[in-house]
């Protein structure tokens, strides 16, 4: 920038030197020749009165040549038409009357003319006494030696011109610029700060580079935000995705992907070539799932192909899956609870109508069909409870928990009796809590029945309740136990651990996925502990009252 200011300037003064130089060589030559025109003025008053006194046109010659040794002056003697009667520069008889500044002299008695014509000469012809006319010519400087005359003072001139001119461009170019230079370095090196500048001219600019700069830095802030909260769902999420073109070339992917495909940066995904199912997906390049068990849970692998990237969904499937498990379950249960009572109702009946029962176990057979029967219409009757606790929208009232276990338990007194149960009650006086007394009966038969059921011959079972703020029930027993990897599943529907169990007290596996279902609605905590072999306690945390 300052180099083309100083060369711009060096230019410019050039060309203003040799243009004034031109000008001044022009006016000096034109001085030149109007000093020269007068000269011939007066040469030609006195070469009139040198002509006035020849005495012969032989001499006439001979005068001009004198005149113009004497003076340096051509001079040349034409008749009245303009034909050379004598010149001291060249023959007489050339024909000068096309001359312009002969024919002047015809027309008003003087002409003049200069010019290159001729060379550069300057010409006086003017009309004579006799009828005749003289010219005078004498050399004037050309344009070329003029300025050849003044050129080498204004040659030092221009160098000094020059000089200066370098001097204030170089001067000029640095103040300039300076500022220009300084904001440059001070936007160079405050990446995000305010810019300042002294120079008024430079205000408006640094006005609004600080407005972009700011616009800039708010969009970038903006922008980050944007991308740690895209990082932040991703990375929250709970499935699993995957961008990719390639098992190598990996777009994006997120923290639940990464653990579940045992994925490490730069790496290919394993699974992608190793697992032939989803190898042969990927080969055929069409929307497929497949299901994989990772870590002890059920994931669907969701595979679609976009022009931009392949995309991969990892979905936990675990609930589906144990849902689907626990309505196989429920079929294989409710089908076999079915059996057994209707092969032994069926299988006394037949014998009945073939009169193969003697007439004293008539009364035992009956008997049998009878239990058999109720033990479907428990069944039955148990399916329709489980359902109705979504529909019951019932109000809740206060009830007197501690009165309720009194009235219940004592019902119970004859199979524990059977069973040589130690049984204890440890129950707290007047605790009352929110709910309606048919649900807390469900709640307690429940528990008790499953603590007799799955108790051991002269085991102990525990009934315990206790007030406050947050009355809590628990129901104890030393029986069986339940292994840990039952613990979660002991509350689904249809679920039992071990089929043998089913006796005719229950056994269908719904009493414990009533109890949740009931506890999960009142806002309850309900909560199992148990060491297969040694007992199982049952806790159920009440709501404190509003
Ligand atoms: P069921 O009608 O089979 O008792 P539940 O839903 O009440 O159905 O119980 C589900 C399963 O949980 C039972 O099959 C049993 O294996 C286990 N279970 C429930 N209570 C106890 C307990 N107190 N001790 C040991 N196992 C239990």
């Known amino acids: 920038m300052k180099r083309k200011i100083i060369f711009a300037a060096l230019g410019i003064s050039l060309a203003a030197a040799l243009f004034s130089s031109m000008i001044a060589a022009a006016a000096c030559r034109s001085e030149a020749a109007a000093q020269v025109g007068r000269a011939l003025s007066g040469y030609m008053n006195i070469f009139e009165e040198q002509l006035a006194g020849a005495e012969s046109e032989g001499s006439l010659q001979a005068l001009a040549e004198d005149f113009a040794a004497e003076t340096g002056v051509r001079v040349t003697l034409l008749s009245a038409d303009g034909i050379a009667v ?157 961008i990719f073109r390639s098992a190598s070339d990996v777009i994006l992917i997120n923290r639940t992907a990464e653990r579940l495909l045992d994925y ?140 309720l276990l009194g009235e219940v338990l004592p019902s119970f007194e004859p199979r524990i009796a059977e069973k040589k149960i130690a049984f204890t009650q440890e129950v707290e006086e007047g605790v009352k809590v929110m709910s309606r007394r048919e649900r807390l009966i469900e709640i307690v038969n429940n528990l008790v029945s499953n603590g007799i059921r799955y108790n051991k011959e002269g085991g102990t079972l525990t009934v315990r309740l206790t007030g406050g703020a947050h009355p809590v029930l628990c129901v104890r027993d030393t029986g069986v136990g339940i292994a840990e990897e039952d613990k979660t599943r002991i509350f689904d529907r249809f679920y039992t651990v071990d089929k043998s169990h089913g006796g005719e007290g229950g056994g269908f596996g719904l009493g414990l996925a009533i109890v949740k279902k009931l506890c999960l609605r009142a806002g309850w905590k309900l909560s199992v502990e148990s060491t297969l072999g040694e007992g199982t306690e049952f806790k159920i945390e009440f709501a404190p009252e509003k």
């Not at 050129?151 to 001067?171: D, E, Q, T």
């Not at 730069?266 to 042969?280: H, L, M, T, V, W």
């Not at 991969?312 to 609930?319: F, H, K, R, Y």
Request: proline share 4%.
């Open 264 to 403: 490490e940066k730069n790496e290919p995904i394993r699974c992608f070539s190793e697992d032939r199912e989803i190898a042969a997906i990927l080969e055929e390049g069409e929307a497929a799932s497949v299901s994989r068990r990772i870590e002890g849970r059920d994931y669907s692998f969701r595979f679609t192909f976009k022009k931009q990237g392949s995309v991969l969904l990892i979905t936990d499937v675990t609930e589906t899956v144990a849902a689907a498990r626990s309505k196989n379950d429920f079929i294989a249960n409710v089908t076999h609870e079915m059996n057994t009572p209707l092969t032994s109702i069926r299988g006394f009946a037949e014998l009945i109508a073939a009169d193969g029962v003697p007439p004293e176990r008539i009364g035992h057979a009956a008997r049998t069909i009878i239990r058999q029967s109720d033990r479907l219409s428990a069944l039955i009757r148990r399916i329709i409870n489980f359902s109705a606790i979504d529909s019951d929208a019932l109000p809740d009232y206060e009830v007197d928990l501690s009165a």
């Open 86 to 242: 004598a010149d001291s520069g060249g023959e007489a008889g050339e024909d000068f009357s096309g001359r312009e500044e002969v024919a002047a002299a015809v027309e008003t008695g003087e002409g003049r003319a200069e010019g290159p014509e001729g060379g550069d000469t300057v010409r006086l012809c003017r009309k004579t006494g006799q009828n005749a006319l003289v010219l005078l010519a004498a050399d004037a400087p050309s344009f070329g030696a003029a300025w050849g005359g003044v050129f080498p003072a204004f040659a030092g001139a221009m160098a000094l011109i020059l000089l200066c001119g370098l001097a204030v461009a170089w001067m000029t170019a640095s103040f300039a610029l300076k500022p220009v230079e300084k904001l440059t370095r001070e936007v160079a090196i405050g990446a995000g700060r305010e810019i300042h500048t002294d120079a008024p001219p430079l205000q408006p600019l640094v006005k609004m580079l600080n407005e972009m700069n700011a616009d800039l830095e708010s969009k970038v802030a903006k922008m980050k935000e944007d991308r740690s909260i895209e990082k932040l769902i991703l990375n929250s999420m709970e499935h699993g995705i995957v």
